[in-house]
C-alpha cells in the first residue's frame, strides 16, 4: 500500500502578480519543463567561506574553491535526495529524463500539467499578460507531502511569474545624428566617451585565461553582423572579435537588450574572451543562470546580467536558494553584476501605484552580487530612474554596515523611514553611465539606456582589472563588494540627483554610499592601484 502522508503548504502568493490575468486551468497534456531545488546543507559555512575569500583583509583572499569543493560544501544530505526521489516516482515522473547537478541539489525534467498538478497537490492555471499576450502556466499556492516539504528549497514552475521583458526604461530612437558624439555634457554615449570617463583610455586585456559573459534571458538574441557594424562605428580596436554563443542565439531577430549589453561588455572588456549565454524558457531563469555557470568547467570570471523584477514578485524561500548560488558563485571567485533597474524607488520600472511603500528590485537587492545603478551627464549626476533603496527580504549584511548607517545618519532630504525597510541590505553598489547609449540593431545607430547599459559598463571595467591580475600571477576579483566597501576612494563618488517614484523625490545622492547610485562610478587608475597592491 502507497503511504499516505498530509501535506503543507511550501510556498504562495497572496494575489495574482500586477500585470497578469487567469485564463483558466491548464490544458493537463500542457508540456511543462521543471526544475526542484533541494535542501542545501551547511550555509553558514559557505557563507563564512565567501566573506574569507572576498575580504582583501582575510588570510583565505582570492583563495577560491573549485567546482568540486563548492559542491560538495553545500550537497543536500543523502536522505533528502533518496526522499526527493522517491517523491517524483510516485508522482507519476519519469526519473530516466530527469537532470541532476553534480551533487544533485538541483533536478530538471521535462513533464506535463497533469504530473505536475499531482506533484504540487495544485491545479496549475494559465496566466496571460496583459500588455504583451504572453502565457504562463503557474500557482498560486502549493503544497508538498509533510515528509518531503523538509527537503526542499523550492519547485518551478510554481508561484513566480516571468517578466515580459527585461530593464529597459523606453524604447530605442533612432539616433539623430551619428555625429554628436562627444560625451555625456553633449549628447550621445560610447564606448570611446565611457573609456576617457572612467580612465580606461586604450587598456586592453592580453591574457588567455580571462573570460566574461553576458547572461541573454527571455529568448533575447544579438546579431554578429550588428556587432562588426558597432565596433566599425564606434570601437575600431574590437574589430573582429566575436562572442562563443552557450544555449541559443538567434541571429536574424537580435534584440535591443542582449545588443547593447554584448556590445558594451566587449568595448570596455576589450579583447577578453566573451561569452554570450542564453537561458532560454521562463521558469527560474536567473536561477538557472547561476547553476550553468557553476557547472561550467571554466566558467566565465565575469558575469553582466540586465534584468530582473520586483522584490515582492519571489518568495522568502527562493531568496535564500538564490543568495546561496550567488554566495557558490562568490566561492568559485565569479564576479556577478547585475542591473539595478529603471524606476526609481518604484521599482524595475515607473511606477506611481506604490500603496505608500517603495518598490525593491530582485535580484538587485541580493547582497551577494555587485548591483549597478545609474548615472548620467559629465560631471556625472545620479540617472533618476536608477532603482535603488532598502531590500525587505535581505537582511543588511556586515560589509555595508558603516556604509548604509552613515547615509542613514548624515544625508539631507531622505524620506520618511515608514517607506522603506532601514536595515534591509541597500542597494546598488555602484554605479555607470546609463542614457543615451548608441547602440547598432538592425544595421542602424540606435540610442537607449537604463541601468541594463551601465552593467556591462562597470562590468567590462572589472574584467580589465582581472586582467591585470592574471598578468601578475593573482586571482581573479570574485566577490567584489567587501573590497569596494572597505576602499570606496577607488571610485567617484556621486552627490547630485536623486531617483524619483511613488508620489514622492526618491532618496538623495550625498557623499558616501547612497541607495541611488551605490558608492560612486569606476576610477580605473585608482582601481587598477588597489587591485595591484592586493595579493
Not at 510516485?90 to 504530473?115: C, H, I, M, P, Y
Not at 494559465?126 to 503544497?143: I, K, W
Amino acid at each position: 500500500a502507497v503511504s499516505v502522508s498530509a501535506r503543507v503548504i511550501h510556498e504562495s502568493l497572496s494575489e495574482i502578480p500586477r500585470g497578469w490575468t487567469a485564463m483558466g486551468a491548464s490544458d493537463p497534456a500542457t508540456p511543462l519543463d521543471m526544475v526542484i531545488g533541494l535542501r542545501l546543507e551547511r550555509l553558514p559555512e559557505l557563507e563564512r567561506v565567501l566573506l574569507a575569500v572576498s575580504d582583501p583583509d582575510s588570510s583565505g583572499y582570492g583563495k577560491y574553491l573549485t567546482r568540486e569543493e563548492v559542491a560538495a560544501l553545500v550537497a543536500p544530505s543523502p536522505e533528502s535526495v533518496s526522499r526527493v526521489f522517491a517523491w517524483l516516482e510516485e508522482s507519476g515522473v519519469d526519473l530516466g529524463s530527469v537532470q541532476a547537478t553534480s551533487n544533485s541539489d538541483l533536478l530538471a525534467f521535462r513533464t506535463d500539467v497533469a504530473t505536475a498538478n499531482k506533484l504540487l497537490g495544485e491545479p496549475f492555471v494559465e496566466f496571460r499578460h496583459n500588455s504583451t499576450g504572453a502565457p504562463a502556466h503557474r500557482v498560486l499556492r502549493y503544497t508538498l507531502p509533510d515528509d518531503v516539504a523538509p527537503h526542499v528549497d523550492i519547485v518551478g514552475p510554481s508561484v513566480r511569474f516571468p517578466r515580459p521583458r527585461p530593464h529597459r526604461p523606453r524604447n530605442p530612437s533612432q539616433a539623430a545624428d551619428d555625429g554628436n558624439v562627444g560625451g555625456p555634457a553633449l549628447g550621445y554615449v560610447t564606448p570611446e566617451v565611457l573609456r576617457g570617463l572612467y580612465g580606461v583610455g586604450k587598456t586592453q586585456a592580453s591574457q588567455e585565461s580571462n573570460s566574461q559573459c553576458v547572461a541573454g534571458f527571455l529568448h533575447e538574441s544579438f546579431s554578429p553582423s550588428d556587432l562588426q557594424t558597432f565596433f566599425g562605428k564606434y570601437f575600431a580596436d574590437a574589430k573582429g572579435h566575436t562572442p562563443h554563443v552557450v544555449g541559443i542565439n538567434n541571429a536574424s531577430h537580435p534584440g535591443d537588450e542582449a545588443s547593447l549589453d554584448v556590445q558594451y561588455l566587449m568595448s570596455m572588456g576589450a579583447n577578453v574572451n566573451t561569452t554570450f549565454w542564453s537561458v532560454s524558457g521562463n521558469t527560474e531563469i536567473f536561477l538557472q543562470l547561476v547553476v550553468q555557470v557553476l557547472n561550467a568547467e571554466d566558467p566565465p570570471l565575469v558575469i553582466s546580467a540586465s534584468y530582473g523584477g520586483n522584490e515582492d514578485g519571489v518568495s522568502a524561500n527562493y531568496v535564500t536558494r538564490i543568495n546561496a548560488e550567488f554566495q557558490k558563485a562568490g566561492a568559485r571567485g565569479l564576479s556577478l553584476f547585475w542591473s539595478a533597474g529603471d524606476g526609481g524607488v518604484s521599482g524595475t520600472f515607473p511606477d506611481s501605484d506604490c500603496k505608500g511603500q517603495f518598490v525593491p528590485t530582485f535580484p538587485a537587492a541580493s547582497p551577494w552580487i555587485t548591483t549597478v545603478g545609474g548615472t548620467k551627464q559629465s560631471p556625472e549626476v545620479a540617472s533618476d530612474i536608477s532603482s535603488g533603496g532598502f531590500s525587505n527580504l535581505n537582511e543588511r549584511p556586515a560589509y555595508q554596515d558603516a556604509s548604509v548607517a552613515h547615509y542613514l545618519k548624515t544625508a539631507t532630504g531622505v524620506p520618511a523611514s515608514s517607506h522603506y525597510n532601514a536595515s534591509g541590505a541597500g542597494f546598488p553598489d555602484v554605479a555607470a553611465q546609463a542614457e543615451n547609449f548608441l547602440f547598432v540593431l538592425g544595421n542602424e545607430s540606435l540610442s537607449e539606456g537604463g541601468t541594463s547599459a551601465s552593467t556591462p559598463t562597470f562590468a567590462g571595467v572589472v574584467a580589465l582589472l582581472n586582467d591585470a591580475r592574471l598578468a601578475n600571477g593573482k586571482a581573479p576579483l570574485g566577490f567584489l563588494n567587501p573590497l569596494l566597501y572597505k576602499h570606496p576612494e577607488v571610485l567617484n563618488d556621486i552627490v547630485d540627483g536623486s531617483n524619483p517614484g511613488c508620489h514622492t523625490n526618491g532618496f538623495p545622492a550625498a557623499p558616501g554610499w547612497d541607495p541611488v547610485t551605490g558608492l560612486g562610478t569606476p576610477n580605473y587608475p585608482k582601481m587598477l592601484q588597489l587591485v595591484l597592491s592586493l595579493p
